[in-house]
């Protein structure tokens, strides 16, 4: 079973910027696709991106595309989000999500078998 931690969340003002990190326990990191996911205040979580278990490809909802990345480095077990461009509707507690067995998973929450705890997001206008 992986244990998922993100890190780097923050404040940051509109137009800022910030890297979230997702570290993994598992040895086997590389056969997990992984995906991030966000849940704001009073709305329910919401796919970000995802990425296949290489890395090769990589998926996002329409509201981030071209301001945010997703990578994974499969020799240090993490995977991480870029954000640039925050806008106050980014707010939300980031989640890392992993599934095993899989080349990539998609945007449904139910795919993912393994969670992170969170990390606070917090765009200021």
């Known amino acids: 079973q992986v244990q998922l931690v993100e890190s780097g969340g923050g404040l940051v003002q509109a137009g800022g910027s910030l890297s979230l990190s997702c570290a993994a326990s598992?040895?086997?990191?590389?056969?997990?696709?992984m995906g991030w996911f966000r849940q704001g205040p009073g709305k329910e979580r919401e796919f970000v991106a995802a990425i296949s278990r290489s890395g090769g490809r990589a998926y996002y909802v329409d509201s981030v595309k071209g301001r945010f990345t997703i990578s994974r480095d499969n020799a240090k077990n993490t995977v991480n989000l870029e954000m640039n461009s925050l806008k106050p509707e980014d707010t939300a507690v980031y989640y890392c999500?992993?599934?095993?067995?899989?080349?990539?998973?998609?945007?449904?929450?139910?795919?993912?078998?393994?969670w992170g705890q969170g990390t606070q997001v917090t765009v200021s206008s």
């Open positions: 999500a992993a599934r095993p067995g899989t080349v990539v998973a998609g945007y449904r929450a139910y795919e993912y078998d393994y």
């Open positions: 598992e040895r086997t990191f590389s056969s997990y696709a």
